[in-house]
């Protein structure tokens, strides 16, 4: 079977080669022309260079393809919405248009758990509406899954919507990466008490859940939660972290609200003034000072997605990554995260 995977430099799609190559599916990867994909022709996968954001590049990307995996998206960058909106909302569009053209016969979606809303404080699930917070890649992440939804009624491509929650694992710069740093320079904090749960999930049982999207034949028409149900709260997860990397376990504690709503004026204010990203998002605030927590109960009983990766083994398997230098390693992700996006001139 010819598969396409969008966002294949990134973590997700790095894990999912693996898996799909073990199936011996024929892979190919559209890539950014600025990007590097040395290490994924070296993998065998065959290289499409394009831009979902300029739909003039997508058909031979998609020419002969039965499967599409479509894993990129903008986030974690401080750009403006519209850029967001661009790849995020706009790309989506063009790549599944592209697809309903040269027949492919079915489409994976990624979407977010974002979409609906943080500081919910219990388990959401696919029945609950989508009111995301005021974020760009929240406000996109769930147009683009509207969007997908709408697109689908009229349309001969089976499709798939997965709503992973924030995953990580070796090679996490964005999430784990970051959280390592703190405790092992000894700058971890905790927002609020730190009894909260935080969205996190180990790589590999996200790439499960695609896997199921993509080949279970009650998939399609859907939409679907792909998380770990058995959450870790703040403190467990920075304080597992902590001992994973040397670091020091969080003693501080910062009161949430008066973080959550200084990183409202430090985005709509002090950022507009420096143009530059503050150290704390409202997306950051919410993340890691609210309660969230995501039912994968329809996955389960649908597709048989269960999580295998206790959170606390997967920890220790990114840690690996970390203490062998990781945060050191080029970073191909963040790069095409910045490029110039080709529909902007359109």
């Known amino acids: 079977m010819k598969v396409l995977i969008t966002g294949a430099t990134g973590l997700l799609g790095g894990h999912l080669i693996r898996e799909l190559q073990d199936r011996g599916e024929s892979i190919r990867a559209l890539v950014l022309p600025i990007e590097n994909a040395d290490k994924l022709q070296a993998q065998g996968v065959e290289i ?40 995020n909302v706009n790309g989506s569009e063009n790549l599944y248009k592209a697809a309903q053209a040269a027949k492919v016969r079915r ?17 959401m699930t696919e029945n609950d509406p989508l009111r995301p917070d005021p974020d760009p890649y929240s406000l996109t992440k769930a147009e683009g899954d509207r969007l997908m939804r709408r697109l689908m009624l009229n349309s001969d491509v089976e499709t798939v919507i997965l709503r992973p929650g924030t995953f ?31 969205p996190f999930c180990y790589v590999t049982d996200v790439v499960q859940g695609f896997l199921l999207g ?59 003034v420096t143009r530059t990203k503050p150290v704390v998002t409202q997306l950051g605030a919410l ?42 390693q080029f970073s191909v992700t963040q790069a095409s995260q910045n490029a110039p996006l080709a529909g902007a001139a359109k």
């Open 48 to 87: 499409v260079r394009g831009d979902i954001t300029d739909a003039s590049t997508l058909a031979p990307a998609v020419k002969d393809v039965d499967l599409i995996f479509h894993l990129a998206g903008m986030m974690g960058v401080w750009r403006p919405i519209a850029d967001y909106r661009l790849v």
């Open 107 to 123: 489409f994976v979606h990624t979407s977010s758990h974002t979409i609906y809303g943080l500081g919910h404080g219990r388990f």
């Open 168 to 198: 990580f694992g070796p090679g996490d710069r964005l999430h784990f990466g970051r959280m390592a740093q703190k405790v092992k320079d000894g700058k971890g904090l905790i927002v609020g008490k730190g009894d909260n749960a935080l």
């Open 214 to 272: 993509a080949y279970h034949k009650n998939a399609p028409g859907n939409a679907y939660n792909i998380t770990n149900d058995r959450p870790l709260t703040q403190s467990e997860m920075f304080n597992e972290i902590a001992d994973a990397v040397g670091g020091t376990r969080p003693t501080l504690h910062l009161p949430y609200l008066p973080i959550y709503y200084g990183s409202i004026v430090a985005e709509r204010v002090v950022a507009r």
């Open 287 to 328: 993340m890691f000072g609210s309660d969230n927590k995501h039912s994968v109960e329809k996955a389960r009983q649908e597709l048989g997605f269960e999580p295998k990766v206790d959170l606390r083994d997967g920890i220790k398997l990114a840690a690996e990554w970390f203490n062998a230098g990781g945060m050191q």
